[in-house]
């Protein structure tokens, strides 16, 4: 990409767009566009298309999705397999019609086997069965990583894919019944520590591990693989490393400061046991993570009490 090149950032409001964004200023593109959901949506092809053929842009970075945690994708599967196939067919599909350069699809590595081994690595796609509790996702998501690898075989274009782990960071979503793990339990323990609660509710049994990116370190990946990447297969974003639920929970109490207990809720899913990705093919193109969850963990908290109240965007 030139540093004035157009590059169109699809869901540049949410954790992973904006983090994107800022990264593309940090590094001097000029020329960055961008729309709400209200003024673009993305599921409606009429709208993708007339805005394709007016903008032009010559690099997408597919972050639009319909994005939630382990109880939305279980309660609304309808919802996240039709938004996500309806999203990501559009835009795949109007940068095709439109002549984009390159486009990079962010899935997530519930597409591989619940069972999968671990660390898990690319080739482990599509040999095993999926986790039920997000399995209409991984499907859309699955799809979207397929589409992007026939557009490349049958049409030329130049379309890849990156499969990043959990991510956390600013602009997450912090509603209690749709976030992710992380943004849920500060938020939790923030709300209890200043309310006295002597108790904090942690979903399912605490044992399920899972790993955390944070979304700069995503996002800096994101543009140096669409700067150095061209395989048509997809390649993991991780860091290499993660830890049961029930630390997660304890580190994110120590860095609130809460003093009371944490209590499990068994009628709550796990969900994957573990997902652990396999980051040799990324680390053999050169980038690795710099933040560490501990330092994350601090930055997000801090974000979070300049930032968000009653779970809501607040600017202060
Ligand atoms: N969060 C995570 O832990 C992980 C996320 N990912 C992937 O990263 C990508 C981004 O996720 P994340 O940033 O967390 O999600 P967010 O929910 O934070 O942001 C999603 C963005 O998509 C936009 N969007 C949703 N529906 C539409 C629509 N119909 N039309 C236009 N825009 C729409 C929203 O725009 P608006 O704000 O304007 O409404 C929103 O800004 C997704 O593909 C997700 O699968 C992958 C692995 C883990
Ligand atoms: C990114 C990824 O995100 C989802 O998969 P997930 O990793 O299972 O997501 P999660 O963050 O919601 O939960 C992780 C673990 O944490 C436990 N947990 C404890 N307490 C809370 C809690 O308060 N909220 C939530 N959400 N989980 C909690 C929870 O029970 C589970 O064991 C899918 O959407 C999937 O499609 C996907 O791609």
Not at 150 to 168: C, D, E, F, K, W
Not at 176 to 194: C, D, G, N, Q
Request: with cysteine; net charge negative; proline share 4%.
């Amino acid at each position: 990409m030139d540093l004035d090149s157009k590059i169109y950032v699809a869901g540049h409001r949410g954790l992973v767009g904006s983090a994107i964004v800022r990264k593309l200023k940090e590094k001097g593109y000029t020329n960055i566009i961008y729309r709400t959901s209200k003024e673009l949506d993305l599921t409606d092809r009429t709208q993708v298309d007339q805005f394709f053929a007016e903008e032009k842009p010559e690099y997408v970075f597919m972050a639009a999705a319909k994005v939630g945690g382990i109880v939305a994708n279980n309660e609304y599967p309808a919802d996240f397999i039709r938004d996500n196939i309806m999203i990501q067919t559009n835009v795949i599909d109007a940068s095709y019609q439109n002549n984009v350069k390159k486009l990079l699809f962010l899935g997530s590595t519930c597409i591989y086997p619940k069972y999968a081994p671990q660390p898990m690595n690319e080739d482990s796609l599509l040999t095993g069965e999926l986790e039920p509790t997000n399995e209409p996702y991984a499907i859309a998501k699955i799809a979207g990583i397929k589409m992007c690898e026939a557009y490349n075989r049958q049409y030329g274009t130049n379309y890849i894919s990156v499969m990043p782990t959990n991510l956390y960071g600013p602009n997450d979503n912090f509603d209690l019944e749709t976030s992710h793990v992380l943004p849920a339990l500060i938020r939790k323990f923030h709300e209890a520590k200043i309310n006295s609660k002597h108790t904090v509710e942690v979903w399912g049994t605490g044992n399920p591990k899972r790993e955390f990116l944070h979304s700069y370190d995503l996002a800096d990946a994101t543009v140096y693989l669409m700067n150095h990447y061209e395989e048509n297969q997809f390649v993991n974003i991780g860091v290499g490393k993660d830890l049961p639920i029930k630390e997660l929970a304890e580190k994110i109490k120590s860095v609130v400061g809460y003093e009371g207990e944490i209590v499990f809720n068994t009628d709550k899913p796990d969900g994957t046991p573990r997902k652990l990705v396999d980051v040799t093919k990324l680390s053999n193109t050169g980038w690795e993570a710099s933040i560490s969850l501990d330092e994350g963990l601090k930055s997000t908290y801090d974000w979070f009490l300049n930032n968000i109240e009653n779970g809501t965007r607040v600017t202060k």
